[in-house]
């Protein structure tokens, strides 16, 4: 007898917590991502923000679930799911399934702004935080040479658009980089016409945390220079910086965009009902409505808390789904009902920098340096290779003992030959 | 009285040298380089097979010469020399000086043929590692999934042409990878396809070494089951393969031209005469025929060694050359003349891959194990930075005992919103 195939599309928390629960059991799994590397999303700030390598928090998926047996990787970018005919396709070719989890996640929503997703940054994939950090930094560089001084100003100006977790963590390694690093750097320039600054259209950063936290990180950011300006939402950037909805404008030349992410577009194959935020709505079970052998997971997937409000998208909505999607699938093979999903809030938390975090566990609410020494301690526990674990400690204490950005690179693929450039007549013979 | 201004093109071995040799003297120092970060060349070719990141063998020049007070970094493209006007042009603006290091460097030499140039990928900066590391890896994801067995043998044959350090360095790298890595990661792929095949024009490897030391190296190459094609040149490439000089082909998915390097282009603003490989022909001192104030050294400059040969194109050299250009300046300063430059051949060495490396130090040769270890101990004191050395021991150590590659990233910058495939329509409303 053929096993049973079972198709996870993504190799995010999602699809990889669920392609783990599937270890060992009488079934073939198919995974496929666009990406061969798991992205350790949590700490793409720091990539961005020159403390930690690339490798350090990407992980080649077949690496990671290496010596499972009933299990094969395929790298390719998914197009479309047909229901009807049980098969996923890709651009390498189609798969079919018998079981589909899909955990195809979110990406940058720029709400259909054409300036705003080609002026702005993302902090969502891995090339985004790269080219987030070589544009930076060449800011600086270009500061540096710069004669006209509202220019100048222009370059040192950082604007994050969104003031959520990643908005505000990022903010705060910019500020310290600015602070306490790149001032060494450039002896010459004048680090007063710096600016960082979060705009933010609620009246405070961080929704989803307690009134009380985000009160905290806001006193700290602003205690470290981050401005904050809030109720006010970009509407438009340029090159020569962004626009709010009351008409003022501010001149910076890097603006970050992390005020919106919207489920990827491949929920349109599979439903013809979205969510909010474009999620695809599943019953209890993660099941799509009429389609027993089809999940719906993270990001993607909208379901219904006990609050009533959907589930955040957040890396342990993800991780819990896909190991609840694996375990219902083996519960079916067996002839049982699925049964119904329930996520257990283990609390969240986020870094505002140096020696401070806000954490909330339940009605259990902390913060600064006790807060921090959480942060730090549940990040590294969850990066997914021992071998990053040691890799990131190392980085991190550096950065700490030493306030160093070891990774300062500005580095951009060029064309070949590109790197002679006086007489790049070489390749025209 | 304003200090004598120093400047110096290239922040390489030669450049850096120059410019730390500097420290403190009675001078004003600019140095100029397109990157913002020095490169450690030597061990390129393991960000090329997976072993490194790239922040751990390229350093900010920043950083490096941080605490020089009397010395200014600019990152910028060098696009002449004016030695009339004393002035360097840049791509962000004119640097004028009174003495002058030229130490610009070398590029990949296609000998003019657009083909090779298009169709090959070098081994000389960042960007040509980070590329080939994805473009190898790659290939193997393709052929897990191909049916075809000639496509499939395709696209797991990497071609080197050149059988230099670098081409056998990589070859080395490259079939540990092949061997003990990825068949954990593509269980189900037939790696008896996989080829690694070195084409050299000469007779032999490595013919800067003595003979005895090329034929182990060769020994142990074969042994590791890399093909070595010797008196035979890649004279055509395309997607298909490569085509050798006696009219054979090779079909090979991967081709890595590591078979000539040639001065910078830059050497054409500031001299008439270029030697072999594009060089400018030096005075023993370094100074520029007929001018005084201006020194090339490194790749760039042709300097006849004892023998009458040029120097090779080697960091040592470079490195010897910065600190000769830089001390006779100061000496010059004082009113006396400059003296002629004698370069410590202190020995060159080369790694087969684990366990295995060939070493010569004046009559001294050896190999093996002891020769490996030298080279993992010299190759661990010159990394530039004590962060670095700390992180590629850690990786080495890994490697080393895990059998594994741990930066198995398939990486290539995309336009932006192209994560998400199947409705990019987003950034055009």
Same mark, same amino acid.
């Given at each position: 007898?053929?096993?049973?195939?079972?198709?996870?599309?993504?190799?995010?928390?999602?699809?990889? #917590?669920?392609?783990?629960?599937?270890?060992?059991?009488?079934?073939?799994?198919?995974?496929?991502?666009?990406?061969?590397? #798991?992205?350790?999303?949590?700490?793409?700030?720091?990539?961005?923000?020159?403390?930690?390598?690339?490798?350090?928090?990407?992980?080649?998926?077949?690496?990671?679930?290496?010596?499972?047996?009933?299990?094969?990787?395929?790298?390719?970018?998914?197009?479309?799911?047909?229901?009807?005919?049980?098969?996923?396709?890709?651009?390498?070719?189609?798969?079919?399934?018998?079981?589909?989890?899909?955990?195809?996640?979110?990406?940058?929503?720029?709400?259909?702004?054409?300036?705003?997703?080609?002026?702005?940054?993302?902090?969502?994939?891995?090339?985004?935080?790269?080219?987030?950090?070589?544009?930076?930094?060449?800011?600086?560089?270009?500061?540096?040479?710069?004669?006209?001084?509202?220019?100048?100003?222009?370059?040192?100006?950082?604007?994050?658009?969104?003031?959520?977790?990643?908005?505000?963590?990022?903010?705060?390694?910019?500020?310290?980089?600015?602070?306490?690093?790149?001032?060494?750097?450039?002896?010459?320039?004048?680090?007063?016409?710096?600016?960082?600054?979060?705009?933010?259209?609620?009246?405070?950063?961080?929704?989803?945390?307690?009134?009380?936290?985000?009160?905290?990180?806001?006193?700290?950011?602003?205690?470290?220079?981050?401005?904050?300006?809030?109720?006010?939402?970009?509407?438009?950037?340029?090159?020569?910086?962004?626009?709010?909805?009351?008409?003022?404008?501010?001149?910076?030349?890097?603006?970050?965009?992390?005020?919106?992410?919207?489920?990827?577009?491949?929920?349109?194959?599979?439903?013809?009902?979205?969510?909010?935020?474009?999620?695809?709505?599943?019953?209890?079970?993660?099941?799509?409505?009429?389609?027993?052998?089809?999940?719906?997971?993270?990001?993607?997937?909208?379901?219904?808390?006990?609050?009533?409000?959907?589930?955040?998208?957040?890396?342990?909505?993800?991780?819990?789904?896909?190991?609840?999607?694996?375990?219902?699938?083996?519960?079916?093979?067996?002839?049982?009902?699925?049964?119904?999903?329930?996520?257990?809030?283990?609390?969240?938390?986020?870094?505002?920098?140096?020696?401070?975090?806000?954490?909330?566990?339940?009605?259990?609410?902390?913060?600064?340096?006790?807060?921090?020494?959480?942060?730090?301690?549940?990040?590294?526990?969850?990066?997914?290779?021992?071998?990053?674990?040691?890799?990131?400690?190392?980085?991190?204490?550096?950065?700490?003992?030493?306030?160093?950005?070891?990774?300062?690179?500005?580095?951009?693929?060029?064309?070949?030959?590109?790197?002679?450039?006086?007489?790049?007549?070489?390749?025209?013979?």
């Amino acid at each position: 007898v053929t096993p049973r195939r079972v198709v996870i599309v993504g190799a995010g928390f999602g699809g990889l #917590n669920a392609a783990r629960a599937l270890r060992g059991a009488d079934v073939h799994v198919v995974i496929i991502d666009q990406h061969n590397y #798991n992205l350790f999303q949590p700490l793409l700030y720091q990539v961005g923000s020159g403390m930690l390598d690339p490798g350090e928090i990407a992980h080649p998926v077949r690496s990671i679930l290496r010596g499972q047996r009933n299990l094969e990787v395929r790298l390719g970018t998914v197009t479309g799911i047909d229901l009807a005919a049980r098969m996923v396709t890709t651009d390498k070719g189609d798969v079919s399934y018998d079981s589909l989890i899909v955990a195809a996640g979110s990406v940058t929503n720029h709400f259909g702004n054409a300036a705003l997703a080609r002026s702005t940054n993302g902090l969502k994939t891995l090339d985004d935080a790269i080219r987030l950090r070589s544009s930076v930094l060449e800011c600086f560089e270009r500061a540096d040479e710069e004669e006209d001084e509202a220019e100048r100003r222009r370059l040192l100006t950082v604007v994050i658009a969104g003031g959520g977790p990643t908005g505000m963590e990022y903010a705060g390694a910019l500020m310290e980089l600015f602070t306490h690093v790149l001032p060494r750097d450039y002896p010459h320039l004048d680090f007063s016409a710096v600016r960082v600054v979060i705009v933010e259209g609620a009246d405070r950063l961080l929704d989803s945390f307690h009134p009380q936290l985000a009160a905290r990180a806001q006193r700290t950011l602003r205690a470290r220079g981050v401005e904050l300006v809030f109720g006010r939402r970009v509407v438009d950037a340029s090159e020569a910086g962004v626009r709010l909805d009351d008409g003022t404008t501010l001149d910076a030349a890097t603006v970050v965009w992390t005020a919106g992410v919207r489920a990827v577009s491949l929920g349109g194959s599979i439903s013809d009902r979205r969510g909010r935020l474009d999620r695809v709505p599943v019953r209890p079970t993660l099941q799509l409505p009429g389609q027993d052998d089809v999940y719906v997971i993270g990001d993607l997937a909208e379901v219904a808390s006990r609050s009533g409000e959907p589930l955040p998208m957040l890396a342990p909505v993800a991780i819990q789904q896909g190991r609840h999607a694996a375990k219902t699938i083996l519960v079916q093979m067996s002839g049982a009902p699925a049964g119904p999903f329930r996520y257990l809030d283990k609390g969240t938390m986020a870094t505002v920098g140096r020696n401070q975090a806000v954490v909330q566990v339940g009605p259990l609410r902390y913060s600064g340096f006790v807060g921090w020494l959480t942060w730090l301690f549940l990040h590294l526990l969850y990066i997914v290779t021992f071998r990053s674990k040691v890799m990131v400690l190392l980085n991190w204490g550096w950065n700490y003992l030493f306030y160093d950005r070891p990774i300062r690179l500005i580095t951009s693929p060029r064309a070949r030959g590109a790197e002679d450039p006086v007489t790049p007549q070489e390749t025209s013979p």
